[in-house]
Nanobody
Framework: QVQLVESGGGLVQTGDSLRLSCAAS????????LGWFRQAPGKEREFVAA????????WYADFVEGRFTISRDNARNRVYLQMNSLKPEDTAVYYC???????????WGQGTQVTVSS
């Protein structure tokens, strides 16, 4: 199985930055994609960003608008989400997830809370 553990969340003010980290273990990830999702109370979980483990190809949700950057460190089996210019609407639990190739995401972490105050 794939195990994912998120960290780096916290309480920040509007305009601040955070870097979320996801530690992955359990398998070889060369053919996987790693994604970040978020879920606010009362809302559906939504896609934020993704990256292929092998090639570093990235995708972003439209609402990111250049503020977030996803990256990975293959040697340390970690994926990151650098979040800049944070807004209160970014407040959510952020989850790391993994999928094989073009398949759906089936491995999920526990989540890390990001709270942006106004």
């Amino acid at each position: 199985q794939v195990q994912l553990v998120e960290s780096g969340g916290g309480l920040v003010q509007t305009g601040d930055s955070l870097r979320l980290s996801c530690a992955a273990s359990g398998r070889t990830f060369s053919t996987y994609k790693l994604g970040w999702f978020r879920q606010a109370p009362g809302k559906e979980r939504e896609f934020v960003a993704a990256i292929t483990w092998g090639g570093g190809i990235t995708w972003y949700a439209d609402f990111v608008e250049g503020r977030f950057t996803i990256s990975r460190d293959n040697a340390r089996n970690r994926v990151y989400l650098q979040m800049n210019s944070l807004k209160p609407e970014d407040t959510a639990v952020y989850y790391c997830a993994a999928a094989m190739g073009r398949s759906e995401y089936v491995y999920w972490g526990q989540g890390t809370q990001v709270t942006v105050s106004s």
